[in-house]
């Protein structure tokens, strides 16, 4: 089965700074890719998803997505965060001809006003 | 429903006894997971079904672990005679009205804890 990696288990930024997360995913075929987002005391959110076509995707609230295919990996970017960014982001795969879908273990984002 | 429902909210169980959780999927999709979420961890697969077919159940734990959705819509989670190492957030998701990929919704979750 598919399975997701995610390098920065904790990250703390001041507001207005610039955020990049790190996703790689393993699998052999194509892919679809996620990036879900969960406040304090919230329920899993979609933040962003590729399917196809353009590599670069946009989300909500701001945040884009880069799917690197050679690199099999899919980091989330925002140019500048803000306290209310503070979450845990989780990146996610599935194979493209099903839903069968697994997650990464999360990174933390901290953001302090 | 307009949303993945789940029940209860919270389980407290005593050591040894058994639980059932419930899913209701949002109305028409077909795919349905169970994912458990220890406190500081991302969502751990469970299990998987296509309609009422139970397409992967490798992330069951244990035999103690069984899940069902007998009619292709609402699913159960049934847990055996708990342990403490089940206490953990368990989430249901719904996606797809077809088989090809789609984003997955989910619950609220159900928080278990085994005293």
């Known amino acids: 089965a598919q399975s997701v990696s995610q390098h920065n288990h904790h990250v703390i930024l001041s507001e207005a700074a610039s955020l990049e997360l790190g996703c790689n995913y393993s699998?052999?075929?194509?892919?679809?890719l996620f990036w879900y987002v969960q406040y304090p005391g919230q329920h899993l959110q979609l933040l962003l998803k590729?399917?196809?076509?353009?590599?670069l995707v946009k989300g909500i609230k701001g945040f884009e997505a880069e799917f690197i295919k050679s690199k099999f990996s899919f980091n989330l970017r925002k140019p500048s965060v803000q306290w209310s960014d503070t979450a845990e982001y989780f990146c996610?795969?599935?194979?493209?001809?099903?839903?069968?879908?697994?997650f990464g273990a999360g990174t933390r984002l901290t953001v302090k006003p | 429903g307009a949303g993945v429902s789940q029940s209860p909210r919270y389980k407290v169980a005593k050591r040894g006894q058994d639980v059932a959780l419930r899913c209701d999927p949002i109305?028409?999709?077909?795919?349905l997971f169970w994912y458990q979420q220890a406190l500081g961890q991302g969502p751990e697969f469970l299990t998987y079904?296509?309609?009422?077919?139970?397409?992967?159940k490798s992330g069951l734990p244990s035999d103690r672990f069984f899940a069902e959705r007998p009619e292709g819509s609402v699913s159960t989670l049934k847990i055996q005679r708990t342990q403490q190492e089940d206490s953990a957030v368990y989430l249901c998701?719904?996606?797809?009205?077809?088989?090809?990929?789609?984003?997955?919704?989910f619950g609220q979750g159900t928080r278990l804890t085994v005293v």
């Open positions: 998701a719904s996606s797809g009205r077809g088989l090809v990929g789609t984003e997955a919704f």
């Open positions: 699998y052999g075929g194509t892919v679809n």
């Open positions: 590729y399917f196809s076509g353009d590599p």
């Open positions: 996610a795969v599935s194979p493209y001809n099903n839903n069968d879908m697994r």
């Open positions: 109305s028409g999709h077909v795919s």
């Open positions: 079904f296509q309609n009422e077919a139970q397409l992967d």
